[in-house]
């Protein structure tokens, strides 16, 4: 079992439709978690974290988290084309703050 | 500019040849992440320091991967004995206490 595990997509949504990504994780231990977004050929730019069970809203973006499901969730409102992008789940696991990414979920919005 | 900086960007290297790659954390963070990213794939954890202290260490990774973090500051990875298998990109990442990870740009290898 992958510590964290993704649909690796592609999701593909129209314009100003909501995207739903999804993830889950093995370690029930997990304390932190993050949504990390990564355009083709750069390097992940963190977009949201949560540590606390419920929901966190940031602008168009909502993380949602179940510990008792290990499941985190990230919803894009009114998606834009410039959205598309891999999104990459992660997950602070382990005494020493090891950080887990998941496969990515690559999202494609749809003029 | 205050971000994460890694360097080279690129290296092209022959099979069998030793590389080394360094990166440069935001200076107010005591945590550095080295990651492995190839194409399609979410990035791979390393290793990890606090401060010069390497705390942890993938079981993925051989013996030819060694990783240091003299004094708290930069860091540097150094893979000998290249194989095909070790063409990534290699992602280096700081971070505060909180434990998000702000990366740099990455230092793409090659191995011919």
């Known amino acids: 079992q992958k510590e964290v595990e993704q649909n690796s997509g592609p999701l593909s949504v129209p314009e100003g439709a909501i995207a739903s990504l999804n993830c889950t994780y093995s370690?029930?231990?997990?304390?932190?978690f993050f949504w990390y977004r990564q355009y083709s050929g750069k390097s992940p730019e963190l977009i949201m974290f949560i540590y606390s069970n419920g929901d966190k809203e940031d602008g168009r973006f909502t993380a949602q988290l179940n510990k008792a499901s290990q499941y985190v969730s990230l919803l894009i409102r009114d998606s834009q084309p410039s959205d598309s992008a891999t999104y990459l789940c992660a997950v602070n696991s382990g005494g020493y703050q090891k950080v887990t990414f998941g496969i990515g979920t690559k999202l494609q919005v749809i003029p | 500019d205050t971000g994460v900086s890694q360097d080279p960007r690129h290296k092209i290297t022959k099979r069998g040849q030793n590389v080394t790659f360094r990166c440069d954390p935001i200076?107010?963070?005591?945590?550095l992440y080295w990651y492995r990213q190839t194409l399609g794939q979410g990035p791979e954890f390393l290793t990890y320091f606090q401060n010069e202290a390497q705390l942890e260490k993938s079981r993925l990774l051989s013996d030819r991967f060694s990783a240091e973090r003299p004094k708290g500051s930069f860091s540097t990875l150094e893979i000998q004995r290249t194989e095909q298998g070790d063409s990534a990109m290699y992602l280096c990442?700081?971070?505060?206490?909180?434990?998000?990870?702000?990366f740099g740009e990455g230092s793409r290898l090659t191995v011919l």
């Open positions: 200076s107010e963070h005591n945590r």
């Open positions: 370690d029930r231990g997990s304390q932190s």
């Open positions: 990442a700081s971070s505060p206490l909180g434990g998000e990870l702000f």
